[in-house]
Structure formats: structure tokens, C-alpha cells
């Protein structure tokens, strides 16, 4: 093969690729579920509801997951929510942090500003001192410990009452017209800026998903490994990681900020040294890793659809009175009281 196909074939699969093909997918499914909105107002033609943007009600649907784990049964009214949780932990559990490291369209935005920082600031984001960066990370920690414990700990029947809640039915529309807020779009400009310089805050030290995901991540047979006796301590693999892990003097790499972007293994030039394995035997070429966390991702939700666990059983005339209603416009309710 030439180089130039070579090439070529490098980049679809890429990690930036993978990642954006999902960002892509995921403003286009934003832009299905507006439209919904807009035909359920009657101002506009029927499109059908898509169901993967329930992704982005994390409160909501780890409530109901929580109920579910304690006995509460499967969520009908939208099920999509919890397959996405559990796809989310299945690519933690497996593949480091897959589902932050290939998938996640928020870490993507946080992802493009450091890569841009990285390039206006001369090939690096600005390092906080290690104390500092260490204290934020365990931020991230205490913020998900909270946030877990608050919705782990809604009692069954509240959890039941909130899916069934009609605020609940629409809350991702909301939440995404709520993405065109001059308020929001400042802040998120903020961000924008400060991931530049820092690199991506919000995955490192706040969200508490990631800190679940880094937590489940850190139990994966399948990791990063490293040949000391071939590694040459031409330091590329550091270098290259993003996550600002020391790869160049790990045996295996278990850090929880790992989230399996293979940057470090395409990076080494000495065949064999670095290389990402099963059970610390079982060879993953890195191009066979993105493969292996987009097969599983729609593997999962491709047998939820199959089952019946993937669609919503709220029928479509139910979402027009919700929504015809003005309930989009209300104020949000507050969430379900722990008990």
C-alpha cells in the first residue's frame, strides 16, 4: 500500500475521527428532536423522535437507573437513557474510558479547544503545578461521589413518580433549545477559552461522569503495556498522551485518566514496546480499538432496539399535548427529594 492510502486509512481511524463522526451524529439527531419540537407545536412537518439524545439528561436517567438496580424495574416510558448508561460502563469497563475517550460529544468540544490551545501555545497546554492538578482531580471525585449519592439515594417511589413526570418527557429538548441561550453560549465561550489554555477542565476536574467512568476504567483487562527492556526513553509516548500521564515509565498503564486513545501506542517507534493488550497477553492493535468500542457502543443499542428496550412508549400525540401545553417555556420542576 502507498503511503498516501496508508495515510489516508490512519485517519478514519483516527481517534479525532471516531470522535467527530459521533459529534456530527449527535448535532444531527439535536437538530431531529428540535424539529419534533417544532412539528409538535404545529409549526412544522412530522420527524420522528430520536432517542440518543437522552444521553444528555444524566440526572434524570441515573435516577431511574438507581431505582432500577434497587428493584424498580426497566424504564418503558424511555428506555434509551438507561442503555446508554449501561453502554457507557460496559466501554468503561472494557475499553479505559471508551465511551470519554471516542464517544462523548461534550469531551469532544473540551477535547478541539485544548488541540487548539496546544497549537497556538507551541505544541502544549499550560501545566498547573502538580499540587493543583491533583487537588482537581480529586474535585472531580468529590463532585461525582455527590452527585451519585444524590440521585442513588431517591427512594424507589419518587424515582417511579419522576420518570413519569411529563417535564421529564421533554427536559432533552429544553436542554438543547437552552444551548442557543446568550448565557450559555458565554460561558460556553469561557470554557472554550480556558480549556485552550488548560486543556480540557471540565473532563479533568469536574464532570462527575467521567469520575465514574475512571473509576470503572481502572478494573479494564485491557490496557496500555510497556516493554522496558525495547523502550528506547525517547519520551514520544508521554508526550503524546493528552491525559498527561508519565506512559514513558509505566510497566502498565492503570492511571485513571486513561481513557484508551492509543495516541501513545501509534506514537512509539520501536515495534512491540508499547502496545495495548487483554489480560496483559492478548495483543489489540490500535486501530482495532476504536473498532472494538464502536462495535460494542452499537452492539448494545442495537440489541436494545431489537428487544424493545430502546424506543419510548410515549405515544407521539402525548408529546404534542406536552409540548402544545407551553410546558417547554415553564420553569424546571424541582428533582425528586432523597430520602
Known amino acids: 500500500m502507498s503511503d498516501l492510502p496508508r495515510r489516508a486509512l ?4 483516527s481517534r479525532w475521527f471516531v470522535k467527530g463522526a459521533f459529534f456530527v451524529l449527535f448535532v444531527w439527531l439535536a437538530s431531529r428532536l428540535l424539529a419534533f419540537a417544532s412539528w409538535a407545536r404545529g409549526e412544522g412537518p412530522y420527524v420522528a423522535r430520536p432517542e440518543a439524545v437522552a444521553g444528555i439528561l444524566p440526572v434524570g436517567h441515573f435516577t431511574s437507573f438507581f431505582a432500577w438496580v434497587k428493584g424498580g424495574g426497566w424504564d418503558t ?7 446508554i448508561i449501561l453502554a457507557a460502563l460496559a466501554l468503561s469497563l472494557l475499553f479505559k474510558r471508551g465511551f470519554c475517550g471516542w464517544i462523548c460529544p461534550v469531551g469532544t468540544v473540551w477535547e478541539t479547544a485544548a488541540a487548539l ?3 497556538l501555545l507551541g505544541g502544549k497546554n499550560i501545566r498547573l503545578p502538580k ?3 491533583l487537588a482537581g482531580r480529586a474535585l472531580r471525585y468529590v463532585i461525582g461521589a455527590l452527585f451519585f449519592a444524590f440521585v442513588g439515594l431517591v427512594s424507589i417511589p419518587e424515582a417511579l413518580g419522576f420518570r413519569e413526570l411529563p417535564y421529564m418527557w421533554v427536559a432533552d429538548i429544553k436542554i438543547i433549545e437552552g444551548f442557543g441561550h446568550p448565557l450559555f453560549l458565554i460561558v460556553a465561550a469561557l470554557a472554550f477559552v480556558v480549556s485552550m489554555l488548560l486543556g480540557p477542565v471540565w473532563c479533568r476536574y469536574v464532570c462527575p461522569l467521567g469520575a465514574l467512568y475512571s473509576v470503572v476504567g481502572m478494573a479494564s483487562p485491557c490496557a496500555v503495556t510497556r516493554d522496558a527492556e525495547t523502550c528506547i526513553d525517547c519520551s514520544r509516548c508521554t508526550r503524546s498522551c493528552h491525559a498527561g500521564i508519565d506512559v514513558q515509565h509505566a510497566g502498565t498503564v492503570r492511571s485513571p485518566e486513561c481513557d ?3 495516541d501513545c501506542v501509534k506514537v512509539c517507534p520501536v515495534e512491540g514496546c508499547l502496545e495495548a493488550k ?3 497477553r492478548v495483543r489489540i492493535a490500535w486501530w482495532a480499538w476504536p473498532l472494538l468500542v464502536v462495535m460494542l457502543w452499537f ?13 419510548t412508549t410515549i405515544p407521539d400525540e402525548t408529546f ?4 402544545g401545553s407551553g410546558l417547554l417555556e415553564e420553569t424546571t420542576p424541582m428533582a425528586p427529594q432523597r430520602q
Do not use: H
Open 320 to 323: 404534542r399535548q406536552v409540548i
Open 131 to 133: 499540587w493543583l492538578d
Open 10 to 13: 490512519d485517519a478514519l481511524r
Open 299 to 311: 452492539g448494545i443499542i442495537g440489541a436494545a432496539k431489537f428487544t424493545g428496550n430502546w424506543d
Open 77 to 83: 416510558l424511555l428506555p434509551a437513557g438507561l442503555v
Open 117 to 119: 490551545g496546544r497549537k
Open 260 to 262: 484508551g486513545c492509543m
Open 278 to 280: 487483554a489480560a496483559g
